[in-house]
């Protein structure tokens, strides 16, 4: 079984583009924080969601969005303009969860002055 989940934020709002079957695509990038401590750090990972239920949630997908999601890990592979193969992981998305809302994400936190 091939099942990739996680949870993060938007790097940038999704964009949506037809590949040359024409097919729809909306893609965007989720970033995950791993680690802790002083070896705290980023991994983004790519995303695609496919057809109309992509076009219909671009409108949502905001650069600084939570969500949790899973999906098909797949690898992807292409010929650059050089002429280099190249190799990348995509995770074609199933399911989707908000976690903040597009208001949320463009706000800055807010300190509730609870103690630790």
Not at 76 to 104: C, Y
Request: with cysteine.
């Amino acid at each position: 079984m091939n099942v990739f989940s996680f949870t993060g934020h938007l790097g940038r709002d999704a964009e949506t583009r037809t590949t040359h079957s024409g097919k729809s695509v909306t893609t965007f990038r989720v970033a995950i924080d791993t680690g802790y401590g002083e070896r705290k750090g980023t991994l983004w990972v790519e995303c695609a969601l496919w057809d109309k239920r992509g076009a219909s949630l671009k409108k949502h997908l905001t650069q600084g969005l939570k969500i949790a999601a899973s999906g098909e890990l797949v690898e992807r592979s292409w010929e650059d303009r050089e002429g280099q193969k190249r190799t990348a992981l995509t995770v074609n998305v199933h399911e989707i969860d908000f976690m903040t809302t597009a208001r949320q994400a463009r706000e800055p936190a807010q300190d509730e002055g609870v103690p630790f």
